[in-house]
């Protein structure tokens, strides 16, 4: 090795040795997150807290339970609120490929805060308080959330193909959107089918 | 020839006007209630929408003021929890005010409002706090790295230079060898 090769080699370790003790004060000006993907969960447990045992055949005044929860990876603290809706077969679900929530009317929600990387889970009860049958179909009339009674005055017809009247229980997903400085529709949804027995 | 005429007002008998004043005032506390309460509705309706419209806006800006917090740098899981208090009551007061229960829906929109401010303003301290943190932090690091930049050029210049001039002693104390050619 002649001189220049070694002059070489000395600014080169000189730079590395001048990056090493200028990262204290570089790590404080310059974001070094890895910028992964940002998206948030929803689920629904069933009453033993697994994935398990959902309520599917209920009856007048029995009451079931489930828990919804959400987790956030979003990268930074969020603000969501889920809405409970009820629906029967005709009735419409959000639109997934346009981003579009149910316009149905909430009966109930949970308004919360997340923290980047933490969930948030909460036990929801409900029971159908009034229903009765007419002919091939049948008529919801009230139903208790969190022991709050709904009026939802809902018919459903009788589903030949799956044999039984059918509902359903289903949770939208909003998200604090800091653009609009509004709650807006986070496009994710889960449903519970109910097959009423009276 | 008998006259025929009016009687005024004077001519009424007394009894008459007591009567009268009994009836109206009968009539007027069956009929009271209907429009009093009418009235009370809506504007027990209006207070409770104005106090949920309040209570959203001082979520907002406790969120805000928590995430302003958060970024910079400080530990804003207490914020977060009573936020969540303040969540439940909104959600709570949007319920209630959907079922027309609005005595309810006002009183959970006030205590909403209430923690949403005491956040709001805790969050807007704590930014501060971090902030000032943030800039004493990066104070300490800029001087760190900038006496270790200087000593390492400075150290950097010293070597090269020791390590340069015993190189070209060693290259000037060599002897040229003779190597004998065969021409």
């Known amino acids: ?198 | 020839m008998k006259k025929f005429g009016i009687k005024g007002l004077h001519d009424v008998d007394i009894m008459s006007v007591s009567k009268l004043f009994l009836l109206l005032l009968i009539l007027f506390v069956f009929a009271a209630p209907i429009f009093v309460s009418g009235a009370f509705a809506a504007y027990s309706e209006n207070t409770a929408a104005s106090a949920i419209d309040k209570a959203e806006a001082a979520v907002v800006s406790a969120y805000e003021a928590v995430l302003g917090a958060e970024q910079a740098g400080a530990n804003v899981s207490g914020l977060l929890a009573r936020l969540n208090v303040a969540g439940e009551y909104l959600a709570n007061g949007h319920i209630w005010h959907g079922l027309g229960d609005f005595e309810n829906a006002t009183r959970f929109a006030n205590l909403c409002y209430d923690i949403g401010e005491e956040v709001r303003n805790e969050a807007v301290e704590l930014k501060n706090e971090a902030h000032g943190l943030w800039v004493w932090n990066l104070w300490v690091r800029m001087t760190i790295s900038m006496v270790g930049v200087v000593s390492v050029v400075f150290l950097s210049f010293l070597v090269w230079r020791s390590f340069k001039r015993r190189y070209q002693r060693r290259v000037l104390g060599m002897k040229p060898e003779v190597v004998s050619g065969e021409s």
Not at chain 1, 15 to 40: C, D, Y
Not at chain 1, 98 to 104: C, D, I, Q, T, V
Not at chain 1, 122 to 139: H, P, R
């Open chain 1, 1 to 198: 090795m002649n001189l220049e090769d070694y002059r070489a080699l000395f600014a080169t370790v000189s730079l590395v040795l001048i990056l090493v003790v200028a990262f204290p004060a570089l790590s404080a000006v310059v974001s070094f997150s890895n910028g992964g993907e940002r998206f948030s969960e929803l689920w629904l447990l069933g009453p033993n807290h697994m994935a398990e045992g959902y309520p599917f055949n209920v009856g007048v005044g029995e009451e079931y339970s489930v828990f919804v929860g959400v987790g956030n990876h979003m990268g930074c603290s969020e603000y969501y609120v889920v809405y409970v809706k009820f629906r029967n077969q005709t009735q419409p679900l959000p639109d997934i490929n346009n981003s579009k929530p149910s316009p149905l009317p909430p009966l109930y929600e949970f308004q919360f805060f997340v923290a980047d990387g933490e969930t948030w889970e909460s036990l929801l009860m409900f029971e159908i308080l009034g229903a009765s049958v007419q002919d091939n179909s049948i008529f919801v009339g009230n139903i208790s959330i969190n022991d709050v009674p709904f009026s939802v005055n809902g018919f459903s017809m009788w589903d030949s193909e799956n044999n039984g009247f059918y509902y359903q229980l289903f949770f939208e997903l909003w998200i604090y959107d800091d653009v609009s400085s509004s709650l807006r529709y986070h496009n994710r949804f889960v449903g519970l089918w109910l097959n009423m027995t009276v």
